[in-house]
């Protein structure tokens, strides 16, 4: 399963079975995911060229050096970045969601296993 991070997850129980890991891998909105870092927006920030990206990402973009904007190549005005509150809060609501869909699915899937016996 994949966690908040957008990592695998270690802790994930191994007897989940084929129906369940394929809902933990349904695809992540694209919007969620950080252009530079393709994971999933854990600090959401806009920079100055109107794109979001992951905080740490961004940061170690410019602690490169790099102060052209990443998808554009173009030189950026400023490094400063603003929080995106929008898009951290549909993130956490779809992970969320994504959350409840899985437990949904496991659960599913532990009765009709507990009726086939």
């Not at 994949?2 to 695998?8: I, P």
């Not at 794109?51 to 400063?80: C, M, N, V, W």
């Amino acid at each position: 399963l994949l966690n908040r991070s957008g990592s695998r997850d270690s802790t994930a129980s191994a007897s989940s079975s084929s129906t369940a890991t394929a809902a933990a891998a349904e695809g992540v909105p694209s919007l969620f995911l950080c252009p530079l870092s393709r994971r999933i927006l854990k600090d959401p920030v806009v920079a100055c060229d109107g794109f979001t990206y992951d905080r740490r990402a961004i940061q170690a973009h410019f602690e490169q050096g790099d102060r052209t904007s990443p998808l554009t190549k173009q030189l950026l005005r400023s490094t400063a970045v603003l929080p995106n509150h929008s898009i951290r809060c549909a993130v956490n609501e779809w992970l969320a969601w994504r959350d409840r869909k899985i437990q949904h699915l496991l659960k599913q899937q532990q009765r009709q296993q507990q009726q086939g016996r």
